[in-house]
DNA sequence: CAGAATTTGTGTTGCGCACCTCAAAAATTG
DNA sequence: CAATTTTTGAGGTGCGCAACACAAATTCTG
């Protein structure tokens, strides 16, 4: 049956829809532009028209008359863990896409996890640009100053880790707290009714996304595994070096342990401790974020899953929300709904 | 630190590049565009321009000045299960996406199933047509159909379900014996340990997906979980009524029937069966795709998990796959490679 | 019904590029 | 060195639309 809702092969112009409604070109982009100064009734002449028609503005020519350009700051991390790095450079090859389509991204690297820094570098960033997409901290100063560009008419996107409470159009990144209690059921559903104790290692309780991947966690182990019970929270800071020790003196003290769960970075720390204690077959660790170190980890069996948020999809999300916020088109939501993807052994992209 | 490449507000333009490389308009044109006929020194003087200025073509004028428009069939089943009229609605969303950038969708409804009509549906299709995207099937008709129609010059992606073997120029889906090894992955970690036999229900053993995960599931479940042995496959045919009494069985004759894996669909009846046997919290059960069904079964307990392909992200890629192919751009693997969504009931989305 | 206000039409320009023609210049050949 | 070939330049056109200026037609007001 090769049927098919066959469409005409060369698209309506604006000039066939206005020959449609029998009124000017003019007019046809008054109406279609939104602009002042038409009657009702040529109004639904000219919209019954591009329905007729089937009219949709070519993007292209459209942009091209239009001929603005965009300039969004991308604030990200100074030099980081693996995955920032990566983000990085997610964002630099976003950058050469967006180039084609008159947008320019510029990337500023700060300290983001001190609120001073983070908020003066907002507070200073040039009236250049129309955009901008920052890895947040949820703090009174940045948020003053992510509201203070919004009031600029700037569009703010959040990315990664969000501040809820200030006026940022979008926020690009995955529900952490959702995350959190992703990583509980796997660690449950693994331990599978065994007895004991679960570490869990954040990289800084300042960060909200840590702070809710946690909380998430604590959430689902402590509602739905009664046998196991979850020890109380290390802060690692995203150091290898600090986390090995912790998790190294965790696996001495707790014969019982049972399970990690790192919301954060320095996993090369805790492997190296798993696997000197040669119990890195028994012990059940879950982290997030794929790189080339928990890859490794995972291939080898010592890490059992990872809780990923795509970078690459994460930078040209906030691209392209940017894009749409800043030239009034619409975004897919649905496109643009940042996943929380699981990892294991064998689903390894 | 607000470092970060400050780029020029205003693109270079062609007329930049051949201001800065003496030369003229024409000679410029000729040597982004690759025409014959330049020097190879002025060649390399055009480049060196290029790269100075970081000049970009602007991709809406070029496709502006193009003026091509692109016409493309998307051959889906008639009518059928969830996940697939949630495809056709993604196809149909897409075609709205494209109609901004000169692209054009048909969506053609056949029988997949069967060769022959699937085969025929591919040679009769209209010749206007510079791309498809099938759900092919590994049959010789089928991938006899596939490669006239690339010896013609049309740009043939395969959706879903694959045909290696033809001359198809991308492949949009999911890594399905990978998918296979991820759902036993998970069934033998959710049943850690635990003795017992394992049902493995497909839709029909001629799609080649569907024979793909099964055979990854034993694969992994042979070698790795020695404490699970899998019971023949059982064919559903995709029907919820039948799946249903098959599944019934089972939980009669196995009393130590530990897991469910449905690599098809049919899910419904699985879900019937399970519940009206009361042994639904203690089999594991474990299927693809998210659809209002197995999202409600993932709710309630009664399903564990959920091996998904993004229909959305399908869509898109197809159709991405398919401008980029006919207008010569090339493609960003990363962004083209359909992931295996592994879903719990904690990252639902 | 004249005058004012509103609505509509005509016309133009330019965005950046692809594609074309034709002539001029330069390099190569016999 | 002339004849030929190759390379380059100049210039134009049009893609579909946005944005604008100004004139014409229509409607509303007193």
Same mark, same amino acid.
């Given at each position: 049956?090769?049927?098919?809702?066959?469409q005409?092969?060369?698209?309506?112009?604006?000039?066939?829809?206005?020959r449609?409604?029998?009124?000017?070109?003019?007019?046809?982009?008054?109406?279609?532009?939104?602009?002042?100064?038409?009657?009702?009734?040529?109004?639904?002449?000219?919209?019954?028209?591009?329905?007729?028609?089937?009219?949709?503005?070519?993007?292209?020519?459209?942009?091209?008359? %239009?001929? =603005?350009?965009?300039?969004?700051?991308?604030?990200?991390?100074?030099?980081?863990?693996?995955?920032?790095?990566?983000?990085?450079?997610?964002?630099?090859?976003?950058? @050469?896409?967006?180039a @084609?389509?008159r947008?320019?991204?510029?990337?500023?690297?700060?300290?983001?996890?001190?609120?001073?820094?983070?908020?003066?570098?907002?507070?200073?960033?040039?009236?250049?640009?129309?955009?901008?997409?920052?890895?947040?901290?949820?703090?009174?100063?940045?948020?003053?100053?992510?509201?203070? !560009?919004?009031?600029?008419?700037?569009?703010?996107?959040?990315?990664?880790?969000?501040?809820?409470?200030?006026? %940022?159009?979008?926020?690009?990144?995955?529900?952490?707290?959702?995350?959190?209690?992703?990583?509980?059921?796997?660690?449950?559903?693994?331990?599978? @009714?065994?007895?004991?104790?679960?570490?869990?290692?954040?990289?800084?309780?300042?960060?909200?996304?840590?702070?809710?991947?946690?909380?998430?966690?604590?959430?689902? !182990?402590?509602?739905?595994?009664?046998?196991?019970?979850?020890?109380?929270v290390?802060?690692?800071?995203?150091?290898?070096?600090?986390?090995?020790?912790?998790?190294?003196? !965790?696996?001495?003290?707790?014969?019982?342990?049972?399970?990690?769960?790192?919301?954060?970075?320095?996993?090369?720390?805790?492997?190296?401790?798993?696997?000197?204690?040669?119990?890195?077959?028994?012990?059940?660790?879950?982290?997030?974020?794929?790189?080339?170190?928990?890859? %490794?980890?995972?291939?080898?069996g010592?890490?059992?899953?990872?809780i990923?948020?795509?970078?690459?999809?994460?930078?040209?999300?906030?691209?392209?929300?940017?894009?749409?916020?800043?030239?009034?088109?619409?975004?897919?939501p649905? =496109?643009?709904?940042?996943?929380?993807?699981?990892? !294991?052994?064998?689903?390894?992209?």
């Amino acid at each position: 049956m090769t049927e098919g809702a066959t469409q005409p092969v060369t698209r309506a112009t604006l000039e066939d829809v206005a020959r449609a409604a029998g009124v000017s070109l003019a007019t046809v982009d008054r109406v279609v532009n939104r602009r002042e100064g038409v009657r009702a009734k040529t109004v639904a002449r000219v919209e019954a028209a591009v329905a007729k028609l089937g009219y949709r503005a070519d993007l292209a020519a459209a942009r091209l008359a %239009r001929g =603005q350009t965009f300039r969004f700051a991308f604030v990200l991390p100074t030099g980081s863990n693996s995955f920032m790095t990566n983000l990085t450079e997610q964002v630099a090859r976003t950058a @050469g896409w967006l180039a @084609g389509h008159r947008g320019f991204i510029d990337i500023h690297h700060v300290d983001v996890f001190d609120p001073d820094v983070l908020a003066g570098a907002l507070e200073n960033l040039s009236p250049a640009y129309q955009g901008v997409a920052v890895i947040a901290l949820d703090h009174p100063r940045v948020r003053a100053a992510i509201d203070e !560009l919004v009031a600029r008419g700037v569009a703010v996107v959040t990315l990664v880790s969000d501040a809820p409470s200030s006026s %940022r159009v979008h926020y690009v990144g995955i529900d952490n707290p959702a995350a959190g209690r992703t990583a509980a059921t796997l660690m449950g559903r693994f331990l599978a @009714g065994r007895e004991g104790t679960v570490a869990v290692i954040a990289g800084s309780l300042s960060l909200r996304d840590h702070t809710e991947r946690q909380f998430g966690f604590h959430q689902i !182990l402590s509602s739905e595994y009664a046998n196991l019970s979850a020890l109380p929270v290390i802060e690692g800071r995203d150091d290898s070096d600090r986390t090995r020790d912790l998790t190294a003196a !965790l696996l001495a003290r707790h014969a019982d342990l049972r399970g990690i769960y790192c919301c954060g970075a320095g996993n090369r720390g805790i492997a190296d401790a798993l696997e000197a204690s040669g119990r890195a077959r028994e012990v059940v660790w879950i982290t997030h974020e794929l790189t080339e170190h928990t890859r %490794r980890f995972l291939v080898r069996g010592t890490l059992d899953a990872v809780i990923n948020q795509d970078a690459g999809h994460e930078a040209r999300s906030a691209a392209r929300v940017l894009l749409a916020h800043c030239s009034g088109e619409p975004i897919s939501p649905d =496109q643009e709904r940042i996943r929380i993807d699981i990892f !294991l052994r064998d689903n390894l992209p």
